[in-house]
């Protein structure tokens, strides 16, 4: 079996040194840091885990809370993308992750008491409902944490530009030609619903657009479903629109759908584009315009964020906006 003492006579450097690379102490160069864990690689040598905790003081573990109003879990594709990067992102630096339960030995208890008992350094929440009353227990306590689509006072948060999005998506339309632009929004306790119908209705102001109520439907959780009801509520219109933004791509494709069963077509008689840029969304008929959210850069820049708090062993409150991108293709057209 190799030891830390093998990878000290191999690579040269002290067994203090090969510890602190280890256990990613900042005080060693990136040249001895490289060829330490080189060195590791080519032995196949494994740090001792419990040794390690007794070391550096720490479980070495980051607490997941995952919330999704959908009910599909880890099939839900934005979530699943971003939790994805940030695992691969806290594994480098040679972390777990430990999916939150609410059930120790039977017996009913919080996201907070379960990361307690787990001894966790920080938690990562994913969620984007303000509804939850154990998230934001959990969110005020003095636990690192970071949480990612939801803006918070009490904790460090990554989220998407969603103001921009709307922005990018709305002038997108308006250059087309077109001045009757609806919006199927996202359900109203979810900050990512309620920023991006702010930015519609800001952009329409900005463009000189009268903003029509009747022009904005509730798609609820970014549903397939919930976007198809809210296009059947627009095309039951006196005077349709002819462009729609939906806050979610699976809503514009429930859209898409509506729009299909009803004899018309996509572009020609309404333009859709939609938000998020998940994989289908390049794969229905006719492809999807939509707002692209990096989510690779958002797993990423929340492990940055919450593994500062572990080092620094202090919870300090950032917020970073990571910005959008629009991707044309097929389902908008000029009026």
Not at 11 to 19: H, I, P, Q, R
Not at 84 to 113: M, P, T, W
Not at 302 to 307: H, N
Request: with cysteine; glycine share 6%.
């Amino acid at each position: 079996m190799v030891t830390i003492y093998d990878i000290a006579k191999k690579t040269g450097y002290s067994v203090t040194t090969v510890s602190k690379v280890i256990n990613n102490y900042q005080d060693v160069s990136e040249k001895t840091k490289k060829a330490i864990q080189l060195a590791m690689e080519e032995t196949g040598y494994l740090p001792n885990s419990h040794a390690r905790s007794l070391t550096t003081k720490k479980s070495w573990t980051i607490g997941v809370v995952f919330i999704e109003s959908l009910g599909i879990g880890m099939k839900h594709p934005f979530f699943n993308a971003v939790i994805e990067s940030f695992r691969k992102q806290v594994e480098l630096l040679g972390y777990d992750l430990l999916f939150a339960s609410r059930s120790i030995s039977n017996q009913k208890k919080s996201y907070l008491d379960h990361f307690r008992y787990r001894g966790v350094d920080g938690v990562v929440i994913v969620c984007s409902t303000y509804d939850d009353e154990q998230v934001q227990e959990l969110i005020e306590n003095s636990i690192p944490s970071v949480v990612i689509d939801l803006n918070s006072k009490e904790s460090s948060a990554v989220y998407s530009d969603n103001l921009d999005g709307s922005r990018q998506a709305v002038e997108y339309l308006y250059g087309l030609g077109h001045r009757a632009i609806a919006h199927i929004r996202g359900h109203q306790s979810t900050h990512a619903g309620e920023q991006r119908m702010l930015g519609y209705k800001h952009t329409l102001t900005n463009l000189g657009i009268p903003v029509r109520e009747e022009y904005i439907e509730n798609g609820r959780y970014f549903s397939r479903d919930g976007g198809y009801e809210a296009m059947e509520k627009l095309l039951a219109l006196m005077n349709r629109p002819t462009a729609v933004y939906a806050a979610g791509d699976s809503m514009a494709i429930g859209a898409i759908e509506a729009i299909r069963n009803h004899g018309l077509h996509v572009p020609e008689d309404i333009s859709v584009i939609g938000y998020d840029d998940i994989e289908l969304s390049q794969y229905v008929h006719p492809p999807l315009t939509t707002i692209r959210q990096k989510t690779d850069l958002i797993g990423i820049e929340s492990a940055k964020l919450l593994v500062k708090q572990i080092n620094e062993k202090e919870k300090c409150i950032e917020h970073h906006i990571i910005p959008v991108e629009l991707v044309e293709r097929h389902s908008c057209s000029s009026i």
